[in-house]
C-alpha cells in the first residue's frame, strides 16, 4: 500500500506496528499488569502462588456466580491464605494477611479471610439448597452471593481474642436485629474456637428463628444460622 497521503502513511504504519505486535508482545504486556497488581504483596513466593489460584477449580467455580473483579481477585487472595495456612508458612500468612488488610481494609481482609476458612464454599452451599423458592434461581444466587461479599460485616462475626461470650451474643444480637440475614455466621480460630462453643446456647436462646449448623475441627469452629423458612 502506497499514497501521497500522510495520513495515508499514518495508518500504513500503525496497521504494521498492529500486525508486529506478536502474542509474545501481548502476554508480556498482560504479565506486566498482572505484576503490578500484585506488586503490593513485595514477596515473591506468595506472589507466584496468587498466580496459581487464577486457574484454580474453586476460583473457576466462584467465577461462574462472582462477577465484581475486586471480589475474585480477594477470593484468589483466600485461596492464597487457605494454601500458605495449609503448608504451615506462618510468617507469609500474616504477611499477606498485614497485606490485605493495608490495601483493601477490613472488608478486604474479611472477605479473604472468608474464603480461607471455608465458608464461603459451604454459604454458597446453603444458598443453593434454597433456590427452589426462587423465580430465578441463578440470577438469585448471584445476587445473594454479591449482597453479602458487599455487606459482610452484615452477615458474619470473626471471634476475636479479645472478646467473651457476651460480646458475641450482643453483637450477634445487633447484626440479626438490623439486617435479618439469610444467613448468620460466626467463626474462630483456635484458641478462638472454645469462645463459639461456650456461645451456642445462649445464641440458639437469641436466634430462635434460625437453625443451626455447626462446623468444628481442632483449629476452626464456625456456626451457620440458617433463617427457617415461614
Known amino acids: 500500500m502506497s499514497s501521497d497521503s500522510p495520513f495515508s502513511d499514518v495508518v500504513e504504519g500503525v496497521t504494521k506496528g498492529l500486525l508486529e505486535w506478536s502474542k509474545e508482545n501481548i502476554s508480556a504486556f498482560i504479565q506486566k499488569l498482572k505484576n503490578k497488581k500484585l506488586a503490593f504483596i513485595e514477596e515473591s513466593k506468595t506472589i507466584e502462588i496468587v498466580r496459581e489460584q487464577y ?64 465458608i464461603l464454599n459451604r454459604y454458597i452451599g446453603i444458598l443453593i439448597d434454597e433456590l427452589s423458592y426462587a423465580e430465578d434461581p441463578i440470577a438469585q444466587l448471584k445476587k445473594d452471593i454479591e449482597d453479602t461479599l458487599q455487606n459482610i460485616e452484615k452477615h458474619i462475626i470473626f471471634v476475636q481474642a479479645y472478646m467473651k461470650v457476651s460480646d458475641i451474643i450482643k453483637k450477634s444480637s445487633i447484626i440479626v436485629a438490623s439486617n435479618s440475614p439469610k444467613i448468620f455466621i460466626v467463626s474462630g480460630v483456635r484458641p478462638n474456637a472454645k469462645l463459639i462453643q461456650d456461645s451456642i446456647e445462649p445464641l440458639k436462646d437469641l436466634l430462635k428463628e434460625y437453625s443451626l449448623e455447626r462446623f468444628s475441627s481442632g483449629e476452626k469452629e464456625i456456626l451457620f444460622f440458617k433463617r427457617k423458612l415461614t
Request: hydrophobic share 35%.
Open 55 to 118: 486457574n484454580s477449580g474453586e476460583r473457576k467455580f466462584y467465577k461462574e456466580y462472582i462477577e465484581n473483579k475486586q471480589f475474585l481477585f480477594l477470593i484468589e487472595l483466600g485461596l492464597t491464605l487457605k494454601k500458605l495456612e495449609s503448608e504451615k508458612q506462618k510468617e507469609r500468612l500474616q504477611n499477606l494477611r498485614e497485606k490485605i488488610l493495608k490495601k483493601y481494609g477490613i472488608n478486604g481482609l474479611h472477605i479473604s479471610a472468608f474464603v480461607q476458612n471455608g
